[in-house]
């Protein structure tokens, strides 16, 4: 049975810093490009950050220079470093994780991560 189980979410000052972790389980974690997510209240649940097996990264414009996405395939753990937080990085994150079929490409889509979290509220207050 697959698990992915977030934790490190929080209320945070703006210009702060966060760190989120997603700690695998039931699968084999170095085969997987695995990604975070976020969802604002009444928006739909959109990319963050991506990474394969091998470290390779990808933003979303709108966190490219303050977030980080990092990986440990013998901790079979994903993290996402949260810097410069702003008001508008509220919302709950989630994490994903997807077999790699790709040593290049980071697909984005919602639909094409097969495995979620539960997701971890993080809160910046102005």
């Known amino acids: 049975q697959v698990q992915l189980v977030e934790s490190g979410g929080g209320v945070v000052q703006a210009g702060g810093s966060l760190r989120l972790s997603c700690a695998a389980s039931?699968?084999?974690?170095?085969?997987?490009?695995m990604a975070w997510f976020r969802q604002a209240p009444g928006k739909e649940r959109q990319f963050v950050a991506g990474?394969?097996?091998?470290?390779?990264?990808d933003y979303t414009d709108s966190v490219k220079d303050r977030f980080t996405i990092s990986r440990d395939n013998a901790k079979s753990t994903v993290y996402l470093q949260m810097n410069s937080v702003k008001p508008e990085d509220t919302a709950v994150y989630y994490c994903?994780?997807?077999?790699?079929?790709?040593?290049?490409?980071?697909?984005?889509?919602?639909?094409?991560?097969?495995?979620w979290g539960q997701g971890t509220q993080v809160i910046v207050s102005s």
């Open positions: 990474i394969t097996k091998l470290g390779r990264t």
């Open positions: 039931g699968l084999t974690f170095a085969a997987y490009t």
């Open positions: 994903a994780g997807r077999l790699q079929l790709s040593s290049v490409l980071i697909p984005r889509g919602r639909n094409d991560y097969g495995y």
